[in-house]
């Protein structure tokens, strides 16, 4: 089935840098999300992304949807403490057999104050 | 905020016994999922739900079960929990793309 390969698995960075994650897919892709997950909550949408190349921006965090379909990355400028959590890619094929989004394994951020 | 709750959101129960996870949502959303977490790992997809009396497995097999009688509401059933259950289980809902998560229900089967 539909894989989304995500990377890196986790990150500990110093607050105040920015921040870069992306996932990959060999199938296209019709919706590209993002999520955010802090410890012990579900998670929750930060960006939705809807057409080839669209980029957009919510706060310090910017995502884009890439040409290919195929791609899309995350960036989150000027890190600090509460970015800490498992951010998670997701994408959504209209075509799928399940018409569900395909989750990718999450990016784990930890901040160093 | 978030219109979807799942209840109780932490559970500590013995071996053997049966537990309901509750899981509503008041937005009128026809799909509904439950996926399963362990800590800080990845969302495992269970069960799924496209309406009323309609109910689908999902990727991770799962002794769970689950019903959908209304469509707000959509609960997951263990008839005998095993300490291999001991997970976080996640609820969600959605009308076109995104999914809205409920915040989980810790189990430990003990």
């Known amino acids: 089935g539909q894989q989304l390969n995500q990377s890196p698995q986790s990150m500990f960075i110093q607050e105040g840098e920015d921040v870069s994650m992306n996932c990959t897919s060999s199938?296209?892709?019709?919706?590209w999300l993002w999520y955010k997950q802090d410890p012990g909550e579900g998670p929750v949408l930060l960006i939705a992304?809807?057409?080839?190349?669209e980029l957009t921006s919510n706060g310090r965090l910017t995502a884009q949807f890439g040409i290919t379909r195929k791609d899309s990355f995350l960036n989150i400028s000027a890190s600090i403490p509460s970015d800490v959590g498992i951010y998670f890619c997701a994408g959504l094929n209209y075509g799928g057999s399940q018409g569900n989004l395909i989750f990718g394994k999450g990016t784990k951020l930890s901040v160093k104050p | 905020e978030a219109d979807i709750y799942q209840t109780p959101r932490y559970l500590v129960i013995g071996t053997g016994k049966k537990i309901t996870l509750e899981c509503s949502q008041t937005m009128g959303h026809d799909k509904m999922y439950w996926y399963q977490q362990d800590p800080g790992m990845e969302l495992h997809l269970i069960h799924y739900?496209?309406?009323?009396?309609?109910?689908e497995k999902g990727d991770l097999s799962s002794e769970s079960t689950v019903s959908r009688i209304r469509t707000e509401h959509f609960p997951l059933t263990l008839e005998s929990a095993r300490p291999s259950h001991t997970s976080q289980y996640l609820c969600?809902?959605?009308?076109?793309?995104?999914?809205?998560f409920g915040s989980g229900t810790r189990l430990t089967v003990v």
């Open positions: 969600a809902s959605s009308a076109t793309f995104g999914y809205t």
């Open positions: 199938s296209i892709f019709n919706t």
């Open positions: 739900s496209y309406g009323v009396n309609s109910t």
């Open positions: 992304l809807y057409k080839a190349g």
